[in-house]
């Protein structure tokens, strides 16, 4: 049995009458509890997040050597050749044309900063009442009010709705294993754009950026869009000088097989949101990318981009990227992420023989799996099951960390689980989180209708 402590807990938890395992160490694509018990880290903790894995020597000794040089500086008087390091290595990375970097604590500060750069690309230009964002239902951006109002992820927002201006626009995700009865791919997608066309000729000059998941993460288990979704949305922006922002927090550095998930779908984005994967969780960070057009206009503007936090640009997170990068690049974990995450998502797509296992989606090690009651009508499993938490407890006692979720139908019904394990992950691991899977699906299910 795994060892257990509540009693004299200080923290604020999320389930006060959950007893919650000590974890204590972690190693590779492995996480220990107190008891020695082994899990697999099939999520990523929670959730994309461990890239290179658990335990780097490497990355903590960079981060130990940084701690002792320099850990932070003045940054409004120096810069710093470490942060200047990082800051070239994470444009070469990025795709052509990004010429910008700036870093931050963690994903919701990446959005935050960068929804504030497009309003300021957009005031720079004279446009004062283009206060507006476009963002879609029932994907995630991140925790702050405005992260949280342009996003859609309802069961995360609603309770904060009072607190928002309610200024900001939705449309529908793009999620075509939702999409209506019969309709092809491509009606599908052009019904999608026309909405999109039709939000932006009713706002004319309200809308400053559009921010979208490339692949949707937690709200929906790993969903991309049809093939010309974002090409086409992005002509219809483009041609009112609307920024696109991809929020690569889950799906940058490497997690879909291409160093950043938008480039799946042709290069479409002027800013990219990162964080996650870009430290591996080794020390909360962040990122926005910046296109060097708009970089210029703010330059041009005279004005410094109006933000700035403690922990922006700190030589501390330069020499974490920086090693997490090595990593990334020196052990080709993107080709990796595509190969072996190819192959789990074949596996994965061997549990479709399972009555309630509707879709497998996704790419690279960003996975999803879609639990439905009927696999003809898509009908999702009774919402009083919480049939994918069922599974992720079961999956515990099997040894396999899972991520579950709901929200696929209607914002609030619909189960799925996200999986987005280490890129260090072998074709071994793939096999045994597959098996352990399946057990936990059948276990969820005997308790669910017992
Ligand atoms: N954007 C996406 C797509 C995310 O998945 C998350 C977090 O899960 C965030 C933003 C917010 O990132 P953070 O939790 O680091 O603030």
């Known amino acids: 049995m795994p060892s257990y402590r509540t009693l004299n807990s200080q923290l604020i938890v999320a389930d006060y009458a959950r007893a919650y395992p000590q974890i204590v160490r972690g190693e590779g694509v492995y996480l220990y509890d107190a008891q020695?018990?082994?899990?697999?880290?099939?999520s990523g903790c929670t959730a994309a997040v461990t890239h290179i894995g658990h335990g780097d020597e490497a990355v903590a000794q960079a981060l130990a050597e940084q701690a002792k040089t320099l850990a932070v500086h003045p940054t409004h008087l120096f810069h710093s050749p470490v942060v200047e390091a990082y800051f070239e290595r994470l444009c070469a990375f990025a795709p052509e044309g990004f010429s910008r970097a700036w870093t931050i604590s963690g994903g919701t500060e990446a959005v935050e900063n960068s929804l504030k750069l497009a309003y300021q690309y957009q005031r720079a230009k004279g446009r004062q009442q283009r206060t507006r964002f476009v963002g879609r239902w029932d994907s995630y951006h991140g925790n702050s009010v405005t992260a949280l109002d342009v996003g859609g992820m309802v069961g995360r927002r609603s309770f904060y709705t009072a607190l928002m201006p309610h200024q900001h626009l939705h449309l529908r995700a793009c999620n075509p294993y939702r999409r209506s009865e019969g309709q092809s791919l491509q009606d599908y997608e052009d019904e999608l754009v026309t909405e999109f066309a039709d939000l932006v000729e009713s706002h004319p000059d309200e809308i400053?950026?559009?921010?979208?998941?490339?692949f949707v993460g937690s709200a929906l288990g790993a969903v991309g869009p049809t093939e010309g979704y974002f090409a086409r949305i992005a002509e219809i922006f483009r041609a009112h000088d609307i920024l696109m922002i991809a929020d690569e927090v889950m799906t940058g550095f490497g997690r879909t097989g291409k160093n950043f998930g938008c480039e799946h779908f042709g290069t479409h984005a002027d800013v990219l949101a990162c964080a996650k994967g870009i430290s591996g969780g080794y020390l909360p960070l962040g990122a926005m990318l910046v296109r060097d057009e708009v970089?210029?206009?703010?330059?041009?503007?005279?004005?410094?981009?109006?933000s700035g936090q403690t922990y922006?640009?700190?030589?501390?997170?330069?020499?974490?990227?920086?090693?997490?990068?090595?990593?990334?690049?020196?052990?080709?974990l993107?080709?990796?992420?595509?190969?072996?995450?190819?192959?789990?998502?074949e596996k994965l797509s061997s549990l479709l023989d399972h009555p309630h296992v509707g879709d497998v989606r996704g790419e690279g090690l960003f996975l999803g799996v879609e639990f439905v009651a009927d696999k003809e009508s898509r009908e999702p499993l009774d919402a009083s099951w919480h049939f994918s938490k069922k599974v992720e407890a079961a999956a515990l006692q099997h040894g396999l960390v899972t991520l579950g979720a709901r929200g696929t139908v209607e914002h609030i019904r619909g189960d799925h689980m996200l999986f987005a394990p280490p890129l260090t992950l072998t074709y071994d691991h793939a096999d045994e989180l597959v098996a352990a899977l399946r057990l936990s699906i059948d276990d969820?299910?005997?308790?669910?209708t017992s």
Do not use: M, N
């Open 36 to 42: 020695g018990r082994r899990y697999l880290d099939a």
């Open 208 to 214: 400053a950026a559009f921010v979208a998941e490339p």
């Open 295 to 306: 970089a210029a206009v703010l330059r041009d503007s005279g004005d410094p981009f109006f």
């Open 312 to 332: 922006a640009c700190i030589p501390l997170a330069a020499a974490v990227g920086l090693a997490v990068l090595d990593r990334i690049e020196g052990d080709h």
């Open 334 to 345: 993107v080709q990796r992420a595509g190969e072996v995450g190819g192959y789990l998502k």
């Open 444 to 448: 969820a299910l005997r308790v669910c």
